[in-house]
């Protein structure tokens, strides 16, 4: 494919490529096994020699699952699609749209590791726009080498077929930022504004294989360093908060406590309201709204619990966008991003600005 060429005088661009997992393009069996075909072929995903792990993905799991996640998917899709995209591209946008009134001209675009929109096309058109240097803004709050390092892996696959390479940034993670713990903690006081408090706060992550962590991953650390700073900044005690990890898959032994058993716990003990809280989510999905907030609550009230209150993930929240602009423009520092430098961008920044309004 042929690049952009090269123009004297034009004023480089810098993008900002915000990435997340994906889902697939419809709650139907057929698009959810072309998605699932996809993330479970990933090597960094199921860490099993392919010998192995073929037979049992397009044998048992690409026969089965499908069917099944169709049915939770569709319990959770919005008109517009699925939440995980609805949500990263309302981030994107609003994102572009508060940089550009800090005085930052970026393109923003959003992309997905698995189906659409796929992170090459997204570099591609960032490139299209002029943009020599990209910062790629991986999500994930916490680092994990199946979902960071595996957009990364795409990142290099797209890379290996450019011939002018953008000059490149990457957020991995952001476990710790101020700005992430704030807007957490902005978020639970919302909700306890809102619905009350409830006695305890479950902070689940997504589970992981624990061979993982002895592998040298830290994302185990990460989640629990999210986890501490958060009850830290809300002055919790050791008894009124816990942490567990969610979405078990396969046969191998995964970090622990799971969600599941926390919850089938909290409810034999006969506890009251609990709130649950997915800080490892940067936007709810599938695993937040029919893993959590239907199943888990479900599951918390047949063992004996009063009743579960989930608390949305940042999504595109005020709180969320003001730790996601702070993150990006941490990263931004030192690339030409001032408007100023370039007309044709600070024509483009006066029409997005105006065309926003002053609601960011
Ligand atoms: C071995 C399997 C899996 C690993 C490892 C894994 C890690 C992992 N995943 C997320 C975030 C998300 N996962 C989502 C869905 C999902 N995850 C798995 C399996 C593993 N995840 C499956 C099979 C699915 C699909 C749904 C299903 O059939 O159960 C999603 C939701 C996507 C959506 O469309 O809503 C997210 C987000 C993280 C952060 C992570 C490791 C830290
Ligand atoms: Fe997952
Ligand atoms: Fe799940």
């Known amino acids: 494919m ?35 075909a996809e993330f479970l072929s990933d090597p960094r995903v199921v860490e099993i020699p392919r010998l192995l792990w073929w037979p049992i993905l397009h044998g048992i799991i690409l026969r089965t699952r499908p069917a099944k996640s169709a049915a939770k998917y569709a319990s959770i899709w919005t008109p517009d699609g699925s939440p995980l ?25 959003w992309a997905m590791r698995y189906q659409q929109p796929a ?5 591609d058109a960032l490139r299209a726009a002029g943009c020599e240097r990209i910062l790629v803004f991986n999500a994930y709050p916490q680092y994990c080498a199946a979902t960071s ?9 797209w890379l290996q077929r450019q011939r002018w390479q953008p000059e490149l940034r990457v957020i991995h993670s952001y476990p710790d930022h101020p700005s992430y713990i704030e807007a957490l903690a902005q978020s639970v006081q919302q909700h306890w504004q809102r619905e009350g408090r409830g006695e305890l706060l ?10 993982t962590l002895h592998l040298g991953d830290p994302y185990h650390c990460h989640c629990h360093k999210t986890a501490r700073l958060l009850a830290h900044k809300l002055k ?23 969600t599941e058993t926390v919850l ?70 030192g690339w030409p991003t001032q408007a100023a ?20």
Not at 22 to 31: F, L, R, V
Not at 119 to 123: G, H, Y
Not at 202 to 211: A, D, I
Not at 285 to 300: K, M, N, Q, R
């Open 236 to 258: 919790l005690q050791p008894d009124e908060w816990r942490i567990a990890f969610q979405s078990r898959f396969g046969r191998a032994k995964w970090l622990g406590p799971s």
């Open 149 to 157: 390092a595996s957009v990364m892996d795409a990142v290099g696959q």
């Open 202 to 211: 479950l902070m689940s992550f997504h589970g992981m294989p624990e061979r």
């Open 85 to 109: 995209k609805v949500h990263t591209a309302a981030q994107a946008k609003i994102l572009q749209g508060m940089l550009g009134q800090r005085g930052h001209s970026v393109q923003v675009r």
């Open 119 to 123: 992170i090459a096309t997204e570099l």
């Open 2 to 36: 042929s690049e952009p060429r090269f123009e004297h005088g034009r004023a480089p661009r810098v993008g900002v490529l915000l990435c997340n997992l994906g889902s697939p393009d419809a709650p139907e069996p057929g698009a959810v096994r072309r998605y699932l």
């Open 264 to 333: 089938k716990e909290l409810g034999a003990a006969k506890r009251g309201r609990i709130d649950v809280l997915c800080p490892g989510f940067a936007a709810d999905c599938l695993e937040t709204l029919e893993e959590i907030a239907i199943e888990g609550a479900h599951t918390y009230t047949q063992a004996g619990g009063a009743a579960l209150r989930y608390i949305p993930c940042l999504n595109a929240s005020a709180p969320g966008m003001a730790a996601l602009v702070a993150i990006a423009e941490q990263h931004l520092q």
């Open 341 to 360: 430098a370039d007309p044709q961008a600070l024509r483009d920044q006066r029409d997005r600005a105006q065309k926003l309004g002053a609601t960011h």
